[in-house]
């Protein structure tokens, strides 16, 4: 998707390792999020940011943390992986925190992590 | 606890037919509400939202209809075509500067031939 960029796409892990996710935007937007989406849930937020280095919790925080050192990059990282942590991720950014602006949310890719 | 209750879960449509997904909520705070869709692969892009000033909005094939007494919007695909196959989200926030979009659950829409 124009502007954000998730890496990997595609990831298979080993239950108790740790694994960072990233997401990279080139629109210079202030607002950063991440979400996993599973089935008969939806989308759930994992955490999110408001600028650099700082950083607030979402619904679904437990298992997971985040850094962001510099205004594009925004990393989900989980410390010791879990069979409960298979899910798809998405990063998303906005210019403001309620998606009134523009394309709203503008989310990635996404990136499939699945945890053996 | 679920702020915004979305139905059906899955829905299949016949091509040409009317596709109707809703959505209730229980916050009456809340004063904006977009509907985002997703394709195979891809993440969610907003697709047109409304605000609880207007009872309904259209934009093109895509209509949402909005009942604030009773507390539910819904989103209306007249003349449905196998394009629009994708998962549909409703989302609501309330007014202030700290408040986020919170979603729905989902509805996988799938329109046949």
């Known amino acids: 998707d124009a502007g954000i960029t998730q890496s990997p796409r595609h990831k298979v892990t080993e239950t108790g390792t740790p694994v960072t996710l990233r997401c990279h935007q080139t629109e210079n937007h202030r607002y950063m999020y991440w979400y996993r989406q599973d089935p008969g849930h939806g989308l759930r937020l994992i955490h999110y940011s408001y600028g650099v280095k700082d950083t607030d919790k979402g619904e679904v925080s437990d298992g997971y943390s985040v850094s962001r050192s510099k205004t594009e990059d925004f990393l989900l990282t989980l410390e010791s992986a879990t069979s409960s942590q298979t899910s798809v991720y998405f990063c998303?950014?906005?210019?403001?925190?309620?998606?009134?602006?523009?394309?709203?949310?503008?989310f990635g890719s996404g990136t499939r992590l699945t945890v053996v | 606890q679920q702020q915004v209750k979305q139905s059906p879960q899955s829905l299949i449509v016949q091509k040409g037919g009317i596709s109707i997904i809703n959505c209730a909520y229980e916050n009456t705070a809340f004063d904006y509400f977009p509907w985002y869709q997703q394709f195979p692969g891809k993440g969610p892009a907003l697709l047109i939202a409304?605000?609880?000033?207007?009872s309904e909005k259209k934009e093109g094939r895509f209509t949402i209809s909005f009942n604030k007494s009773a507390k539910q919007f819904s989103l209306h695909i007249m003349d449905s075509q196998p394009g629009d196959s994708a998962t549909y989200f409703c989302a609501a926030s309330p007014p202030g500067t700290a408040s986020k979009l919170t979603f729905g659950t989902g509805t996988r829409l799938q329109v046949t031939l």
């Open positions: 409304i605000r609880p000033d207007v």
């Open positions: 998303a950014i906005s210019e403001d925190r309620r998606g009134l602006l523009k394309d709203g949310y503008t």
